[in-house]
């Protein structure tokens, strides 16, 4: 009878039941390639700061000192869109599926990774990482000559052979 | 049917330029051609009109521009008709009388960029009353981070009309889940006129994205510009740079984004008619349609990593796969998604009131449709046979076979059925591209983007065709131009709404499916108090 | 009229003027079971009232007559309520008509408190609770009228006939009058700001709800006095069967409310007339022929 078609929906209710999940008291309904918040190993990050490019709400950040290297994680602006797991050349941005990050405190929220400054023979200023002139000078060994340089005395170095070069001393 | 050649002959016949690259014709014409050529493109040649791009081109070669954005759903082609404009005072004619749908996007260019319409009435649209005058944000000189004095001393009326009783619905009303304002004059319980006021939430995205992102970071931006429909964007923008800088994207990737685009479009369907049948104070349909819907959250969280907001798209291609494991969970999932739809919708339907409700209601005629430009599932319902999956194939949609159901009615009822049907296609599109779903890589292997490339894309989002026009600069977009199907549709309320009864007010303007936060990039204030009578294409 | 008998019926009130919210609270479960979720908890009516008794009531002008008018409202159908009890235990027609007159002065006073907001929306609210009210009442005690009159002078089958038929009727009638979907157009349509109780708050809002839910224990138990009417009288016991019967009712009630969708005031009543006509017309076919 159509006019009884309505009163199914009793029937539908019965056979699906509560479907409502009691969280928190039951686990939450979040499969396993759920994207949640990251973590950066810090023994292997090398500070190159690719993860702060490519992150699009500014939720990593850069902040440099003369003697140290700090690469900011803030949770609050984290859209969790793991470009920065995607992007880093020594996969120590791991993605985590925590998404329980509610805190009262918001210091909580922050996570810091500090990295000393690479100290140049030249002048001795602080620039890069230690971390990153290991891991280029790993990857490619003639860049020893030059990479304990920071980029100001290389500058120097290059411009000053280049004269030499010219027929001046 | 007008192909290329038409429309390179409207620029040639008066001395303009024209280039027809791909899809897209680009016609650079003199100001004053504008309108005439506009009225034959819309008018004679039928081409649906979806939106208009001021820039400030200034920096690239001392000239505001207008682009007109059209697209010929018959042949499939994309017209962009371009004009430049002095840079001191920089004015164009107005198109609104002739092309009713450009209304909107004319007063936007003019709060935005400060270019000049002759022969319209010229009024805040976008930003608020308090905005200062001649500060345009769009303007290249106005950084993005700067805020402009303001005084907010001003208080506005409300019920200028005094013969007819006045109902606010809105902006903060604790039924309605984003801001949005319409006063409804009622008689009795007849409703006489509307006044619609929106643009609560301006955020400013084209100003973001031209600021401060750089290409890939913009698909982010984008995503979150709707909440529901937020993965079209994100296609959309992403297609548009793709083809301007004509960027090879592999095939796998293509048809990933169609995929998580219908998955998209199932949530976002089964949404709106659990939220319909609240309205109707049917909540047990609510409720279960919601159930159901929750089969298609957890469905795109396990292909994309995310309930919503996606985040897989990237220009050249995607982040994630879709392996034969998830393949098969896929296709597992919508059989039995599909029986409980069927059942819950039948049950619901047939529910005393439903369709009483439902029938007769909010109607839009078919020429009302054209001519405002409204688009998706509310034109499909009016007689307007329009859809950019099948007219402009993107993506994959060209390997799989579809229907597009379109009503005559033009009545609630019909843009719920309308969008009934759209769950089965999207059901089998899916299982259809599954199934073809080829072997490859999901990222093109180098992406690179030359300045100065114009790309322009038209996406069928759950709400109709989304637009998305990018001019590309250093590293990130020099302009980007967002119009989504809402922008078109909300006009259309004014015809919908009229004369019909104040209790069906609410499930009307629920039925053209408002998704305010996409509509949402301006603040609209009145200064002056008149309200107007209806007239189809005058400013509101 | 025993003492027992009074007694009973005054337990049994004083138990139906708390039974209200309880019994709100039952029904949500009972929602919530059809539309497959849980609900919020039984006792959460109560809650809800007693954290209104304790919110500020922001004071609009006729803010007194609006308090007296409900009340009145209150007082007139507990004293409904226990003309039903004693009518359950004592079968006497005078307390029949009490309940029924008390039913009838205590839907208008209610209609009247809405009227007398100075909000426009509550009184389009009100104009729409009137409208349903005159639509329905009428029918209401017609369906008494002829199902008692069946009972009395019509004996065998068409007498069945008539009984069934004006049963149905009063039973479509007190199923309207309790205000559920589909009927609940005065704080219906939730997207527009009109409705009864707009410009209520704190207090006046827990007399606005509270009246609301008592009025159905009333409207709920005018059919089942048309059943005592057949099952004789029940002495003491009887208002306490009742009572429990009364409970199992507003769940039934509860339950029917989610399979409709909300009526829009013209459809409202078109289709109630037309049902009425239909049924009144069997009942009376019953009674003539």
């Known amino acids: 009878m159509r006019v009884l078609k309505p009163v199914e929906l009793i029937v539908v209710a019965s056979e699906k039941g509560r479907v409502t999940v009691k969280y928190p008291y039951q686990e939450p309904l979040v499969t396993s390639d759920f994207r949640g918040a990251i973590r950066i190993d810090a023994s292997k990050c090398i500070g190159c700061g690719a993860c702060v490019k490519a992150c699009p709400p500014n939720a990593l950040e850069l902040l440099e000192s003369p003697d140290r ?34 805190t009262d405190r918001v210091e909580d929220l922050f996570n810091y990774t500090v990295h000393r400054r690479a100290e140049c023979r030249e002048c001795g200023s602080g620039f890069a990482t230690r971390r990153m002139v290991e891991y280029v000078t790993e990857k490619s060994a003639v860049s020893e000559y030059y990479a304990n340089e920071c980029p100001e005395c290389r500058k120097a170095k290059v411009l000053k052979a280049a004269a030499r070069r010219r027929g001046g001393v | 049917m007008p192909g290329v050649e038409e429309y390179v002959r409207l620029a040639q016949e008066r001395g303009g ?69 002095d840079p001191d005072n920089p004015t164009a004619p107005s198109i609104a009388d002739v092309v009713p749908a450009a209304d909107w996007c004319e007063l936007e260019a003019w709060d935005m960029l400060g270019i000049r319409f002759e022969g319209r009435r010229l009024e805040r649209l976008v930003l608020p009353y308090w905005w200062p005058e001649g500060v345009h944000p769009l303007r290249k000189e106005f950084d993005y981070k700067s805020r402009p004095d303001v005084s907010l001393a001003r208080s506005e009326r409300v019920a200028l009309r005094k013969e007819v009783g006045t109902v606010p619905l809105g902006p903060y009303h604790p039924a309605l889940h984003e801001p949005e304002y319409f006063e409804l004059y009622v008689k009795g319980e007849r409703v006489v006129d509307v006044r619609y006021r929106g643009f609560h939430v301006h955020r400013g995205i084209e100003k973001l994205a031209e600021s401060r992102m750089n290409y890939q970071q913009v698909n982010f931006l984008a995503e979150r510009i709707c909440g529901i429909c937020g993965f079209e964007h994100s296609t959309c923008y992403a297609l548009a740079v793709e083809k301007a800088a004509g960027v090879d994207v592999p095939e796998r990737a293509q048809f990933i984004r169609s995929i998580v685009l219908e998955v998209e479009r199932l949530h976002s369907h089964l949404l709106l008619l659990g939220v319909a049948f609240h309205l109707l104070g049917y909540d047990a ?14 469905l795109a969280e396990m292909l994309t990593g995310s309930r919503k907001t996606y985040g897989i798209n990237l220009v050249g291609g995607v982040r994630r796969d879709i392996n034969e494991e998830k393949k098969s969970k896929v296709l597992s999932e919508l059989g039995g998604l599909v029986k409980d739809f069927k059942r819950v919708v039948e049950i619901a339907v047939s529910a005393p009131n439903v369709k009483r409700r439902l029938t007769g209601t909010g109607i839009l005629p078919k ?22 999956r099948r007219d402009l194939p993107y993506a994959a949609y060209k390997y799989a076979s579809f229907r597009v159901p379109v009503y ?20 089998s ?26 790309g322009v894309q038209v996406v069928e989002a759950p709400r109709g065709g989304d637009i998305h026009y990018v001019l590309t600069g250093d590293g990130r977009p020099y302009r980007w131009r967002v119009r989504a199907p809402t922008y078109a549709n909300i006009p259309a309320l004014k015809v919908m709404l009229r004369d019909q009864r104040l209790a069906d007010a609410p499930i009307t303007i629920a039925s053209i499916d408002p998704c305010f936060s996409c509509t949402d990039r301006v603040v609209v204030v009145r200064d002056d108090g008149v309200v107007e009578r209806l007239e189809v294409g005058a400013s509101w | 009229m025993a003492v027992e008998e009074v007694l009973a019926a ?35 009516t109560l809650l809800d009232a007693l954290k209104l008794l304790r919110k500020e009531t922001r004071v609009f002008g006729p803010i007194p007559y609006y308090f007296y008018l409900s009340s009145t409202a209150a007082v007139l159908t507990a004293l409904g309520v226990f003309s039903a009890y004693m009518y359950f235990a004592t079968l006497n027609t005078a307390y029949f008509v009490y309940t029924l007159v008390f039913y009838l002065t205590s839907q208008a006073a209610l209609a009247l408190s809405y009227l007398i907001i100075p909000n426009p929306y509550s009184v389009i609210g009100g104009f729409r609770e009137v409208f349903v009210s005159l639509a329905n009442e009428p029918f209401m005690v017609l369906g008494v009228v002829l199902y008692a009159v069946s009972f009395s002078s019509r004996p065998g089958l068409w007498g069945y006939v008539a009984a069934g038929f004006s049963f149905s009727a009063v039973l479509v009638a007190s199923y309207v009058s309790s205000r559920r979907t589909p009927f609940d157009l005065s704080e219906a349509e939730p997207e527009i700001a009109s409705g009864g109780f707009i410009e209520l708050s704190g207090k006046a809002l827990f007399l606005a709800l509270y009246n609301l839910l008592l009025s159905r224990s009333l409207s709920q138990l005018i059919p089942l006095s048309l059943v005592a009417m057949a099952a004789g009288p029940g002495g003491p016991l009887a208002p306490l069967a009742y009572l429990a019967s009364l409970a199992g009712v507003w769940a039934l009630y509860g339950l029917a409310s989610t399979l409709m969708g909300r009526a829009r005031v013209d459809t409202a009543f078109k289709s109630l007339v037309k049902l009425y006509l239909v049924l009144i017309a069997g009942a009376f076919v019953g009674l003539v022929v």
């Open chain 2, 429 to 454: 599109i899916i299982e259809q591209l599954l199934d073809k779903l080829p072997k490859g890589p999901i990222m093109a292997e180098k992406v690179e983007i030359p300045p100065g490339r114009v």
């Open chain 2, 367 to 388: 020429e009302d449709a054209r001519r405002l430009g409204v688009e998706g599932p509310v034109a499909r319902a009016s007689g307007i046979d329009k859809d950019a």
């Open chain 2, 408 to 427: 005559t009615e033009g009545d609630n009822m019909a843009r719920v059925l309308v969008r009934v049907e759209e769950v089965f296609e999207s059901v």
């Open chain 1, 69 to 102: 290297l700090v690469i900011r994680y803030f949770v609050g602006r984290c859209i969790f869109c793991w470009r920065c797991v995607d992007v880093c050349p020594v996969k120590a941005v791991v993605g985590t599926r925590e998404f329980e990050l509610a």
């Open chain 3, 10 to 44: 005054t337990i049994a009130t004083s138990a139906t003027l708390v039974l209200p919210l309880f019994m709100d609270g039952v029904e949500r479960k009972v929602k919530a079971w059809v539309h497959s979720r849980i609900g919020p908890p039984v006792t959460q």
């Open chain 2, 17 to 85: 330029k024209w280039v027809a690259h791909g899809d897209t014709v680009h016609l650079v014409v003199d100001p004053s051609d504008l309108r005439p050529i506009a009225d034959k493109i819309f008018n004679e040649y039928g081409a649906s009109f979806r939106t208009c791009v001021g820039t400030d081109e200034r920096p690239l070669n001392n000239h505001f521009s207008i682009t007109h954005l059209f697209t010929d759903d018959r042949s499939g082609l994309y017209i962009a008709l371009k004009s430049y404009l």
């Open chain 2, 285 to 298: 349909g609510f409720m279960h349609m919601w159930r159901v819907r929750e089969r298609t959250m957890v």
